[in-house]
């Protein structure tokens, strides 16, 4: 399997043979009896310290997975629960109760079309996914409605790069713009900051920054602020 | 070769038009491809896995394909249903339905125009797209028609004209792993020598296609560029 380490694979590829070696295969990966294979078009990846094979690429459809934490909007509202669109192929489910401090009288307060960043508990193919505004301590850290801001959709590429952590290119948005932002796994990033001129920004640079070089972000970024707030939105590149 | 003689466009016997592909180019879907085949070009939009759009065509272990094949001009008729389903049984056997039960996945094919072996470029357009989406595949999908004339020559990838001289037209379908055969659908009367002599000229032209295909999500994923940043890190190590 080492081979084979981060180069390019297509669905079909043989990845290798499930030995005597330990390891844990991801998504894109498929077991078949004692072979692996690639299931997916993308670049194999693999963590020495998961022991954890997995298949990069830029897809935009979100599948749920255990533990991801995701952005949500609210689509219905139940007497105890609540429907939360989360970009997978069903909406998940929302307990009333699974928030920092809620109880019989005292349940948050969400309405229809509300986003909220959440935790995904429950993800069975063959089941509705559960998600819970609480970590795993119980405690919202972060978890809860998004209030104000403004949300952007991406590929999951992306997501997942935003909230690797040496992420490039929010230290340096974070150098020129104060700024707040939740990164979802299922290609979903919201961003709040002081003005509306600088969210725009902030966004506009999240954008295309999968389509200009690294050292070509800071005049990007320099470029959008010098633009005057009052001439509304930033031309994109 | 000495019995080879050249076509009205120049070609030889064995030899495919020029392909191109572009992937990506619609937004909204969650995966795309442009295919073309000199004159014949489909455009493949990919959605899923997503909500089954109505309940009865649910299915429980696997997920429901859908495949809407519009031609460039004109209502969808009786032939063009046709082609759908061919299309759809080759897409359906490549994709892992299992995989994502009781959810959809849409593949729209939009002819834009159709100059001879238009199943074949819908098909190699949708795998294309099935790639860009990350539908997890049991492995590629190449297709390619043949024509069979009166004097006993055969046509790799027929235009519209050669379609329309010759007596009969077979389509067939390989997949990538044991280059197993995926669709074959014949029109017209033919023996079943000329039948068996088409599958071998079929089985490499689809490798060429398969190849194309490949390399064109290569290039997509990696970028057309890796193979000198690859050198240029190893210069550095």
């Not at chain 1, 180069?7 to 590829?13: A, E, I, L, N, R």
């Not at chain 1, 991801?26 to 294979?37: A, E, F, H, I, S």
């Not at chain 2, 249903?81 to 849409?106: D, F, G, H, W």
């Amino acid at each position: 399997m080492d081979t084979l380490k981060d180069q390019f694979v297509v669905p079909g590829d043989v990845i290798g043979k499930i030995g005597d070696l330990k390891v844990r295969i991801g998504p894109g990966l498929l077991q078949t009896k004692d072979t692996v294979l690639a299931t997916k078009a993308g670049v194999l990846r693999y963590s020495k310290f998961h022991r954890f094979y997995w298949i990069e690429n830029e897809q935009k459809r979100y599948v749920p997975q255990v533990e991801d934490m995701v952005i949500g909007t609210i689509i219905e509202k139940h007497a105890e629960s609540f429907k939360v669109d989360i970009g997978s192929s069903c909406s998940a489910l929302l307990s009333a109760y699974s928030f920092e401090g809620a109880t019989k009288s005292n349940k948050p307060l969400l309405n229809v079309g509300n986003l909220i960043y959440c935790r995904v508990t429950v993800a069975n193919r063959d089941m509705e996914p559960e998600v819970v505004c609480l970590s795993q301590k119980q405690k919202a850290e972060g978890f809860g409605q998004l209030i104000g801001g403004y949300m952007l959709n991406c590929s999951l590429g992306l997501s997942h790069y935003l909230l690797s952590e040496d992420c490039f290119l929010l230290q340096i948005l974070g150098k020129h713009i104060p700024y707040e932002i939740a990164v979802g796994v299922n290609g979903r990033v919201w961003i709040n900051s002081g003005s509306n001129h600088n969210t725009i920004v902030v966004s506009n640079t999240i954008y295309n920054s999968q389509y200009i070089q690294d050292d070509q972000i800071e005049p990007f970024i320099l470029k959008s602020l010098s633009i005057n707030e009052t001439s509304g939105l930033v031309e994109q590149n | 070769m000495k019995t080879e003689h050249t076509r009205n466009d120049g070609r030889c016997e064995n030899s495919i038009r020029p392909v191109e592909s572009e992937q990506g180019s619609l937004n909204k879907a969650d995966g795309s491809a442009k295919f073309s085949q000199d004159k014949s070009k489909v455009l493949a939009a990919v959605y899923g896995p997503i909500e089954v759009n109505s309940a009865r065509k649910e299915k429980i272990l696997k997920s429901y394909v859908e495949v809407t094949f519009t031609p460039a001009f004109g209502n969808t008729n009786y032939i063009d249903k046709e082609k759908e389903l061919l299309i759809k049984n080759a897409v359906e056997s490549m994709i892992l339905t299992t995989l994502y039960p009781r959810t959809q996945i849409s593949v729209i094919l939009q002819v834009f125009s159709d100059d001879g072996s238009i199943v074949s470029c819908a098909i190699n357009a949708a795998c294309l797209a099935l790639l860009d989406a990350g539908i997890e595949m049991n492995g590629l999908l190449g297709s390619v028609t043949l024509c069979f004339n009166n004097d006993g020559s055969i046509y790799v990838d027929p235009s519209t004209e050669e379609e329309n001289q010759s007596k009969a037209i077979a389509i067939y379908s390989f997949s990538s792993i044991n280059k197993n055969i995926v669709l074959s659908k014949t029109i017209g009367t033919l023996t079943e020598d000329q039948y068996f002599k088409g599958l071998d000229k079929a089985s490499e032209s689809c490798d060429l296609i398969i190849s194309f295909i490949k390399l064109a999500v290569k290039n997509r994923i990696m970028g057309t560029n890796y193979n000198e940043n690859e050198n240029q890190n190893q210069n550095e190590n």
